[in-house]
């Protein structure tokens, strides 16, 4: 299972404990070096039901600077997944994908249902 994590992102540090704790086993990914590809978040999309802000950083600088809330309702599904899949500091994170579920951000009921 790979984790698409920000090394100097404490929630990030708050799941990987809460993974290790539990024993689960996963890869590391740097999201800012290697961002989940088109067809991950594809997927990732379909657990939130289409639902594409929940796939964005919205507490991000590069969110804000690039004025992604004003931009999203106008944008299609491909627009906003080749954006995400091209800079990873717009996805939230940690990013997760588990077979046909996954999960984003870090909030330890979700985390425990899936894990």
């Known amino acids: 299972m790979k984790v698409y994590e920000y090394p100097k992102c404490s929630t990030c540090v708050k799941a990987l404990k809460f993974l290790d704790r539990k024993k689960v086993g996963y890869d590391r990914v740097d ?3 290697n961002p989940p590809s088109k067809a991950e978040l594809k997927k990732m999309l379909k657990v939130y039901e289409g639902d594409l802000k929940r796939l964005f950083n919205t ?3 590069q969110y ?3 004025k992604i809330a004003d931009r999203l309702k106008g944008m299609s599904e491909d627009e906003a997944l080749d954006l995400l899949a091209g800079n990873g500091r717009l996805v939230k994170r940690p990013f997760v994908l588990t077979g046909a579920s996954g999960v984003v951000g870090f909030k330890e009921d979700e985390w425990k249902r899936l894990f």
Do not use: A, H
């Open 59 to 61: 507490s991000g600088v």
């Open 64 to 66: 804000r600077e690039l």
């Open 31 to 33: 999201i800012t070096v």
